[in-house]
């Protein structure tokens, strides 16, 4: 089979490619090991987190672990966050995508989605100085930053203290609802602000890939803020209206581990064997 386009990985960056070509009448292909949750997804009632707190009653199982693998102490390494529903998303990469640094604390996974299956949903976006410092162009990256915050939708409040620190975006969304705890928390903090300014201090409601309405886009209806509402991109890539006009054909299979080492440091590789699955790509 041939095609005019073939994206690797279904994570954030492969599905945003995706969309670019939907309704052109191309034959894309996607290339991704694809591997899904299997343990305890089908246990995640489709309900928003108050609901599930208050009513589910295995619960547990998913917010533990039946092993309580959520209590273990995993300190502050990277992906520490992972909820036991998330944890598949390391499996296979030690064998399969071999990387070995000094330097660089790295993630990666093998799952359907990418690394969208384990974003704790905060947006954040590069300042212009930090886009020179990294060697980016920083003149079209506003406009590619309000065209994924559009397409994923990005809930966030624009007077908030701490928006312009961390996101220079506007709200597609208003900002979530707070508990009691935490409203409690800003009126202190609203009551003492210009001194903590001072200090270096700002709070506020943080900049949240979370619909906090209901929202149709492109054909593709996504419901206020349910448990598992941030896995978009998975949701988004396997609809069928994303599939509308593309001639898209999905090839599984697992890559062959090979490590690169250079001075010493291992740099991770991989070595994509010729067919993966059924058919040959050719």
Same mark, same amino acid.
């Given at each position: 089979?041939?095609?005019?386009?073939?994206?690797?990985?279904?994570?954030?960056?492969?599905?945003?490619?995706?969309?670019?070509?939907?309704?052109? %009448?191309?034959?894309?292909?996607?290339?991704?090991?694809?591997?899904?949750?299997?343990?305890?997804?089908?246990?995640?009632?489709?309900?928003?987190?108050?609901?599930?707190?208050?009513?589910?009653?295995?619960?547990?199982?998913?917010?533990?672990?039946?092993?309580?693998?959520? &209590?273990?102490?995993?300190?502050?390494?990277?992906?520490?966050?992972?909820?036991? =529903?998330?944890?598949?998303?390391?499996?296979?990469?030690?064998?399969?995508?071999?990387?070995?640094?000094?330097?660089?604390?790295?993630?990666?996974?093998?799952?359907?989605?990418?690394?969208?299956?384990?974003?704790?949903?905060?947006?954040?976006?590069?300042?212009?100085?930090?886009?020179?410092?990294?060697?980016? !162009?920083?003149?079209?990256?506003?406009?590619?930053?309000?065209?994924?915050?559009?397409?994923?939708?990005?809930? &966030?409040? #624009?007077?908030?203290?701490?928006? =312009?620190?961390?996101? !220079?975006? #506007?709200?597609?969304?208003? $900002?979530?609802?707070?508990?009691?705890?935490?409203? $409690?928390? &800003?009126?202190?903090?609203?009551?003492?602000?210009?001194?903590?300014?001072?200090?270096?201090?700002?709070?506020?409601?943080? =900049?949240?890939?979370?619909?906090?309405?209901?929202?149709?886009?492109?054909?593709? +209806? %996504?419901?206020?803020?349910?448990?598992?509402?941030?896995?978009?991109? #998975? $949701?988004?890539?396997?609809?069928? +209206?994303? +599939?509308?006009?593309?001639?898209? %054909?999905?090839?599984?299979?697992?890559?062959? =581990?090979?490590?690169?080492?250079?001075?010493?440091?291992?740099?991770?590789?991989?070595?994509?064997?010729? %067919?993966?699955?059924?058919? !040959?790509?050719?």
């Amino acid at each position: 089979m041939q095609f005019d386009v073939l994206v690797v990985g279904s994570g954030p960056a492969g599905v945003q490619a995706l969309s670019g070509f939907v309704g052109k %009448r191309l034959r894309v292909g996607l290339i991704d090991p694809g591997k899904v949750e299997t343990r305890y997804g089908n246990l995640i009632p489709d309900q928003n987190f108050i609901e599930i707190r208050q009513t589910c009653r295995h619960q547990q199982r998913f917010f533990l672990g039946d092993e309580e693998e959520a &209590l273990e102490a995993r300190g502050a390494r990277l992906a520490a966050h992972l909820t036991p =529903p998330r944890q598949y998303l390391f499996e296979g990469t030690e064998q399969h995508l071999p990387f070995r640094s000094r330097t660089l604390s790295h993630f990666q996974t093998l799952a359907q989605g990418g690394l969208g299956g384990g974003w704790g949903a905060g947006v954040c976006t590069f300042s212009p100085g930090e886009m020179k410092e990294a060697g980016i !162009d920083a003149t079209f990256m506003p406009r590619l930053y309000s065209q994924v915050a559009d397409s994923i939708g990005v809930s &966030l409040e #624009s007077a908030a203290d701490t928006t =312009p620190l961390v996101c !220079d975006l #506007s709200a597609t969304q208003p $900002a979530l609802e707070i508990d009691e705890n935490a409203e $409690a928390i &800003l009126n202190a903090y609203e009551r003492k602000r210009g001194r903590l300014n001072e200090n270096g201090f700002f709070l506020g409601k943080a =900049p949240l890939a979370v619909l906090t309405r209901d929202r149709e886009k492109a054909g593709v +209806r %996504r419901g206020a803020c349910p448990y598992h509402n941030m896995d978009y991109y #998975s $949701a988004c890539l396997y609809s069928p +209206r994303t +599939r509308a006009g593309v001639q898209l %054909r999905a090839f599984s299979g697992l890559p062959c =581990p090979r490590v690169f080492r250079e001075g010493g440091v291992g740099v991770g590789g991989v070595q994509v064997p010729g %067919r993966l699955g059924d058919p !040959d790509i050719e």
